[in-house]
Every structure is written in structure tokens, then in C-alpha cells.
T-cell receptor, first 114, second 113 residues
């Protein structure tokens, strides 16, 4: 059983640019969510996708958007990058068999905005 | 406003002893609680969870206790081992729908030989 994989592991972008981060869900998982973890903080919920539709969102502006594909892989897109977007971006997958199923995280993408 | 609080940024425990990590929450709508462990350069790893209908859940060396009236949960690790040295995050979910997890800031557990 493969776990959650994310690419790239590290990325450096300039303020104002756009970035796409990618994630492959754990086998058998049909729900994917994305989190942002700033230095010294816990992960913060960005949004969640189920059956290719966004079905939950945290307190992030619309320039954070995503996609989920039929094979349950996912993308996180961030437009008009700001310096404060520098963080570790974590993808997590889970099953929808009952609400109380834990999330399984990938190792993250470290984004640096200069 | 932090809805999930881990008030101890770090905790040092001797190998073989019990480690107790604490977490407080403010949102009474939370109904599912989880603990994650994180090593540097890795993503959080799920450890154990508890539903609000229970007050205790045990898995091997790990036990989570939930006190709903105090809005407090704790993770007990016994006996503590060197490999337990990591950052531990408390997380909560609730309110219905496809809500995400709300995390605390984490506690860095250091197991000393």
C-alpha cells in the first residue's frame, strides 16, 4: 500500500508568481485535503476535495485553489504569491467511511517566496 | 483565536517514564480528537484518536483521555522510548460537514536516556 506522496519537496518562487503543488493520495482513499504549516505553528486547513469537488474550506483567500482528479490525485494552486505564503504545504488523504477516519499526511512541499 | 491550545512548547522526560502531553480546546462543537507525531522533514503521522462519546482510548503504549466538561485531552505514553522524541500535535474536528482539522501549535517531546 503506497502512502501519500507530494512533489516537489522544495520550491523557491518570487512574489507575484503562481505555483502548483501536487499530491498522490494513499491507495483506497477518496478524500484529499491540503494544509499550510508556517514555522512554529500547527497545520492550518486550506480546503478538502471529495469526488473532484471542493466540499470544505478554511480561512484562505480565493487565490488558493485546487483540483482533484478521477484517480484521486490532487493539485494546490496559489496565485499572486506573497511573502507570507512561505510555509510547508501538506497534503492528506482519508476515506469517507464515516466521518471519524484519520487523515494520512505526505511529507510536504517546502515553499519559499522571495 | 486559538481553538486548540497546547500550552507546553516542550517537555523533557526520562526514558522508561511516562510522558503526558496536554491539550485544551474551546469549541464545544468538536467531536473527534486526534494526536499526531511529527519528525523533522516528515509529514505528521497519525497516532491515536478518540470520539467525544468516549473518555479513553488505548493503543499499545499510547492512551488518550478526554474530559469533555473541562474541554481537555491528554496523551499518555508509557514507557517512553528514545524514538518517541518528536513534535506532538493535538487536532480536533467538529461542526458537521466536511470540516478540516484544527491543530494546536505542538509540543516538542524530548526523551532523555
Amino acid at each position: 500500500e503506497t502512502g501519500v506522496t507530494q512533489s516537489p519537496t522544495h520550491l523557491i518562487k518570487t512574489r507575484g508568481q503562481q505555483v502548483t503543488l501536487r499530491c498522490s493520495s494513499q491507495s483506497g482513499h477518496n478524500t484529499v485535503s491540503w494544509y499550510q504549516q508556517a514555522l512554529g505553528q500547527g497545520p492550518q486547513f486550506i480546503f478538502q476535495y471529495y469526488r473532484e469537488e471542493e466540499n470544505g474550506r478554511g480561512n484562505f483567500p480565493p487565490r488558493f485553489s485546487g483540483l482533484q482528479f478521477p484517480n484521486y490525485s490532487s493539485e494546490l494552486n496559489v496565485n499572486a504569491l506573497e511573502l507570507d505564503d512561505s510555509a510547508l504545504y501538506l497534503c492528506a488523504s482519508s476515506t469517507q467511511k464515516g466521518r471519524n477516519s484519520p487523515l494520512h499526511f505526505g511529507n510536504g512541499t517546502r515553499l519559499t517566496v522571495t | 483565536d486559538q481553538q486548540v491550545k497546547q500550552n507546553s512548547p516542550s517537555l523533557s522526560v526520562q526514558e522508561g517514564r511516562i510522558s503526558i502531553l496536554n491539550c485544551d480546546y474551546t469549541n464545544s462543537m468538536f467531536d473527534y480528537f486526534l494526536w499526531y507525531k511529527k519528525y523533522p522533514a516528515e509529514g505528521p503521522t497519525f497516532l491515536i484518536s478518540i470520539s467525544s462519546i468516549k473518555d479513553k482510548n488505548e493503543d499499545g503504549r499510547f492512551t488518550v483521555f478526554l474530559n469533555k466538561s473541562a474541554k481537555h485531552l491528554s496523551l499518555h505514553i508509557v514507557p517512553s522510548q528514545p524514538g518517541d522524541s518528536a513534535v506532538y500535535f493535538c487536532a480536533a474536528r467538529g461542526g458537521g460537514g466536511a470540516d478540516g482539522l484544527t491543530f494546536g501549535k505542538g509540543t516538542h517531546l524530548i526523551i532523555q536516556p
